[in-house]
């Protein structure tokens, strides 16, 4: 029984799109949280792709 198996990939997703949306909320604040969360995104991103790499 599969169906309230959780998706890793739909997590990851909805996580690289939330550092980015906060990235981009803190450019014009703090440059370096920015930076910081650009950093964290580029990781989860890695992740993601490791992720599908091995489904494949």
Request: glycine share 4%.
């Amino acid at each position: 029984m599969g169906w309230f198996k959780r998706d890793p990939a739909k997590r990851l997703r909805k996580e690289h799109a939330r550092l980015l949306e906060e990235a981009h909320r803190l450019s014009t604040i703090d440059r370096a949280k920015s930076d910081a969360c650009i950093a964290e995104a580029a990781k989860v991103e890695q992740q993601l792709v490791d992720l599908q790499n091995g489904a494949s």
